[in-house]
């Protein structure tokens, strides 16, 4: 028995894992109370692109709207390995992620500094599962919806 793959399915599936990353990431802000940084939020908006595009390819039949969905999956990897590099010290994060180092600064700009900081920071894990936090799940899972993303190209609608 072969299963033959069109383009409508593998659209929905892509669609629906950019739509479960979305709400679980709402889930983790709103029910478990794990407030988003910066580029938690950014990795948020090209899932949102996706889904926006996924429903928009579902409504029309158009190949060619799978490779904008591509393009917002391999964004939200880029974010989500760049804050996994922000995690782990390997790259500088956004200054309104992080601090700066507390020696160049005189008394009242590090004041200002401290009552400026973000509540969440990018450089601090707030949960990870198997070593990888959820900045490095939204990467890897999202590389995995880009060749979703660029199978559907190579299908008939």
Not at 64 to 76: D, P
Not at 79 to 101: L, N
Not at 102 to 122: K, S
Request: aromatic share 10%; charged share 10%.
């Amino acid at each position: 028995m072969t299963i033959r793959l069109t383009f409508r399915p593998v659209v929905l599936i892509a669609t629906l894992g950019s739509a479960a990353m979305l709400l679980g990431a709402l889930a983790f802000q709103f029910i478990a109370g794990l407030a988003p940084c910066h580029l938690c939020y950014l990795q948020r908006y090209p899932h949102l692109a996706a889904v926006l595009i996924g429903l928009a390819a579902l409504a029309t039949g158009r190949r060619w709207l799978a490779a904008f969905g591509a393009l917002a999956a391999g964004i939200t990897a880029w974010i989500g390995f760049y804050h996994t590099g922000v995690e782990r010290g390997i790259f500088e994060g956004p200054t309104t992620c992080t601090s700066a180092s507390p020696g160049a600064l005189d008394a009242d700009a590090l004041f200002n500094q401290i009552m400026n900081a973000p509540l969440t920071r990018c450089d601090e894990v707030a949960w990870s599962m198997l070593g990888l936090s959820m900045a490095s799940w939204n990467a890897v899972i999202s590389v995995f919806l880009m060749l979703i993303w660029l199978r559907a190209l190579t299908l008939k609608a």
